[in-house]
T-cell receptor
């Protein structure tokens, strides 16, 4: 079945370090891909998305590129801040589909 | 920005009480969802709805029930709360994005439930 696999956390970085959170997917078609962020005590917020191969989603300094050949959608940020500490979820949905399939989440800690 | 609201944000109650968690959205989305989540952990879909008068059970079995009488409203009810129900409950709705016709799911802020 369709699934999303994220790198296990927690990921601990110092401020201004480069961030990569890996996400790969298994799907029997061409889904849209998403990254959500969840800050402590809150719901999930949409961070960025991409709807077709080679699309790059970007927001707040975060980027992710839809790679069909490697079935990946890795999240990157050039210089993290303490305020980026949160849990990040990768997800997919098919056009016209109903359920969004979420990864297990990756917790990020950024130290000052 | 998504306009989806949940009340209460925090609830502490005793065992055996009946509770209803409220969820409302103003985006006109047909599809709505309830997830159960231990804080910062994996999401578990417990209920969803295609539209008015439609409700379905999700992937994780839950003793809660839902109703969908109006498009904008999707309340979740526990008839008799137990300590095992202690968790965070997230409501979401989805519909086509304004720019791209692909369903995007938007979440409310969550209700943190503690059953003593």
């Amino acid at each position: 079945g369709d699934s999303v696999t994220q790198m296990e956390g927690p990921v601990t970085l110092s401020e201004e370090a480069f961030l990569t959170i890996n996400c790969t997917y298994t799907a029997t078609g061409y889904p849209s891909l998403f990254w959500y962020v969840q800050y402590p005590g809150e719901g999930l917020q949409l961070l960025l998305k991409a709807t077709k191969a080679d699309d790059k989603g970007s927001n707040k300094g975060f980027e992710a590129t839809y790679r069909k050949e490697t079935t990946s959608f890795h999240l990157e940020k050039g210089s993290v801040q303490v305020s980026d500490s949160a849990v990040y979820f990768c997800a997919l949905i098919f056009t016209g589909g109903f359920k969004t399939i979420f990864g297990a989440g990756t917790r990020l800690f950024v130290k000052a | 920005e998504a306009d989806i609201y949940q009340t209460p944000r925090y609830l502490v109650i005793g065992t055996g009480k009946k509770i209803t968690l409220e969820c409302s959205q103003t985006m006109g989305h047909d599809k709505m969802y309830w997830y159960q989540q231990d804080p910062g952990m994996e999401l578990h879909l417990i209920h969803y709805s295609y539209g008015v008068n439609s409700t379905e059970k999700g992937d994780l079995s839950s003793e809660s029930t839902v109703s969908r009488i109006r498009t904008e409203h999707f309340p979740l009810t526990l008839e008799s709360a137990r300590p095992s129900h202690t968790s965070q409950y997230l409501c979401a709705s989805s519909g086509p994005d304004r720019v791209i016709p692909t369903d995007t799911q938007y979440f409310g802020p969550g209700t943190r439930l503690t059953v003593l």
